[in-house]
């Protein structure tokens, strides 16, 4: 962390703290919440909301009994779920939304000043999706004025991660417009609400989705806004559980855009652009990977449709646990993955995508440079890896001989 951005968070952390103790516009909070948006006494019954129901509610098909998922963290697994419900978009009349200034609150609220529940976030210490009843909007005693647009507005709004990390970027903020599109009303929208598009690849996806000149509010810290028209969606990911429609329609929009590039087909994603979960033995892992013809990438220095091809047209990817493989939705059926993760961090993100998408999963958890156990998630997130080589040839040879007619090259 920079000493700017040390700076940044304790002014934020300062500002946080003043909102839950300083009195201002308290007319503002919430005077209770709606728990229903379609139901008796809900959103739509009271306020006269347009309610769009894009995805049907349906039964949830992991096996959570897999032994896959008990070899996670704890707190990373999937949550139990019957059903995955309904995906849909909600159009509130004069409607509000407030995000804090640590970004790990979002709440949307009605032209009656209530909470909608159902569409509003926080999360903290690793819990999403705390009760309308524990938001902390209803503790808080400092708000600022709304800034007022006339006109449709539609939220991307997601938390905070959204802004650093491209999987959260991806599956919790845009994959929302892909539910907008569903919807019928992307040309109605006069402003996309979005997070601080601070990355390169912010912008470049939204270009991707045909957002390229349109009006865009960047939300970089606290914000508060109302707009005659409010447009959310739901969340589009629930108890952890990515549906499949998040990732078809990710394959779909890379189809859209022609034929994949002519790119290799055997992957290795490098990690040399992040100071966490690096392989500490790469050198021999990348000879070991070059001997079947694998090219060596590193994501963050292409474009991000290139990268988006590069999965498209890849027959088998080798890669640590990373968000780079937020990608793999792009590919196509039967692609091959190797995924491996650090004894001390093992999370089912990609094990979930790869089967909405028919991809052939593997894993190997290897040796951590930890010492001891981790005192908490954070140092799990943050262990290096060290790759069992030998291992990873025999992955190696069973993945190929059934995907690729690939062999040593010096075979």
Same mark, same amino acid.
């Given at each position: 962390?920079?000493?700017?951005?040390?700076?940044?968070?304790?002014?934020?952390?300062?500002?946080?703290?003043?909102?839950?103790?300083?009195?201002?516009?308290?007319?503002?909070?919430?005077?209770?919440?709606?728990?229903?948006?379609?139901?008796?006494?809900?959103?739509?019954?009271?306020?006269?909301?347009?309610?769009?129901?894009?995805?049907?509610?349906?039964?949830?098909?992991?096996?959570?009994?897999?032994?896959?998922?008990?070899?996670?963290?704890?707190?990373?697994?999937?949550?139990?779920?019957?059903?995955?419900?309904?995906?849909?978009?909600?159009?509130?009349?004069?409607?509000?939304?407030?995000?804090?200034?640590?970004?790990?609150?979002?709440?949307? #609220?009605?032209?009656?000043?209530?909470? $909608? &529940? !159902?569409?509003? @976030?926080?999360? /903290?210490?690793?819990?999403?999706? *705390?009760? +309308?009843?524990?938001?902390? #909007?209803?503790?808080?005693?400092?708000? $600022? &004025? !709304?800034?007022? @647009?006339?006109? /449709?507005?539609?939220?991307?709004? *997601?938390? +905070?991660?959204?802004?650093?990390?491209?999987?959260?970027?991806?599956?919790?903020?845009?994959?929302?417009?892909?539910?907008?599109?569903?919807?019928?009303?992307?040309?109605?929208?006069?402003?996309?609400?979005?997070?601080?598009?601070?990355?390169?690849?912010?912008?470049?996806?939204?270009?991707?989705?045909?957002?390229?000149?349109?009006?865009i509010i960047q939300i970089a810290r606290h914000a508060h806004i109302q707009a005659d028209n409010l447009i959310?969606?739901?969340?589009?990911?629930?108890?952890?559980?990515?549906?499949?429609?998040?990732?078809?329609?990710?394959?779909?929009?890379?189809?859209?855009?022609?034929?994949?590039?002519?790119?290799?087909?055997?992957?290795?994603?490098?990690?040399?652009?992040?100071?966490?979960?690096?392989?500490?033995?790469?050198?021999?892992?990348?000879?070991?990977?070059?001997?079947?013809?694998?090219?060596?990438?590193?994501?963050?220095?292409?474009?991000?449709?290139?990268?988006?091809?590069?999965?498209?047209?890849?027959?088998?990817?080798?890669?640590?646990?990373?968000?780079?493989?937020?990608?793999?939705?792009?590919?196509?059926?039967?692609?091959?993955?190797?995924?491996?993760?650090?004894?001390?961090?093992?999370?089912?993100?990609?094990?979930?995508?790869?089967?909405?998408?028919?991809?052939?999963?593997?894993?190997?958890?290897?040796?951590?440079?930890?010492?001891?156990?981790?005192?908490?998630?954070?140092?799990?997130?943050?262990?290096?890896?060290?790759?069992?080589?030998?291992?990873?040839?025999?992955?190696?040879?069973?993945?190929?001989?059934?995907?690729?007619?690939?062999?040593?090259?010096?075979?």
């Amino acid at each position: 962390m920079t000493s700017k951005q040390l700076i940044q968070k304790i002014k934020n952390r300062a500002i946080d703290f003043s909102i839950y103790r300083l009195p201002y516009n308290q007319h503002y909070r919430p005077t209770g919440y709606y728990s229903s948006i379609t139901g008796k006494n809900g959103l739509v019954e009271s306020e006269g909301a347009s309610f769009y129901n894009i995805v049907p509610s349906y039964p949830n098909d992991l096996n959570l009994q897999d032994p896959f998922y008990q070899q996670c963290n704890p707190e990373l697994r999937p949550q139990p779920a019957d059903m995955i419900p309904d995906s849909f978009i909600v159009s509130i009349p004069n409607g509000r939304i407030e995000q804090n200034y640590l970004g790990h609150c979002t709440s949307v #609220i009605s032209g009656k000043n209530k909470l $909608i &529940e !159902p569409i509003s @976030y926080q999360t /903290t210490d690793s819990v999403i999706g *705390a009760s +309308a009843a524990d938001m902390y #909007i209803f503790k808080q005693k400092l708000f $600022i &004025e !709304p800034v007022k @647009y006339k006109g /449709t507005v539609f939220s991307m709004l *997601a938390g +905070a991660s959204c802004t650093t990390n491209i999987f959260h970027w991806m599956y919790d903020a845009v994959a929302r417009l892909f539910l907008l599109k569903k919807s019928g009303l992307f040309d109605k929208v006069d402003y996309f609400l979005t997070p601080a598009l601070d990355k390169k690849y912010h912008t470049e996806v939204l270009n991707l989705l045909g957002l390229e000149g349109k009006k865009i509010i960047q939300i970089a810290r606290h914000a508060h806004i109302q707009a005659d028209n409010l447009i959310v969606s739901s969340h589009t990911k629930y108890r952890r559980i990515i549906p499949k429609w998040v990732c078809d329609s990710y394959r779909q929009l890379i189809l859209e855009k022609g034929a994949p590039a002519n790119h290799s087909e055997l992957i290795y994603i490098e990690r040399g652009d992040s100071k966490i979960r690096q392989v500490l033995n790469e050198d021999k892992l990348k000879a070991l990977l070059g001997k079947y013809g694998f090219k060596n990438v590193l994501l963050s220095k292409m474009p991000y449709e290139q990268q988006a091809k590069l999965f498209a047209s890849a027959k088998v990817i080798v890669s640590a646990h990373g968000a780079g493989l937020a990608h793999l939705s792009y590919c196509k059926e039967g692609t091959a993955l190797l995924e491996i993760f650090s004894e001390h961090y093992i999370k089912p993100t990609y094990q979930i995508i790869s089967k909405r998408r028919d991809i052939n999963y593997q894993y190997m958890i290897c040796e951590s440079d930890l010492k001891g156990k981790p005192k908490n998630i954070r140092e799990s997130n943050e262990s290096h890896i060290i790759a069992d080589i030998e291992e990873v040839e025999n992955r190696l040879r069973q993945i190929m001989s059934s995907t690729t007619s690939a062999k040593p090259v010096n075979a």
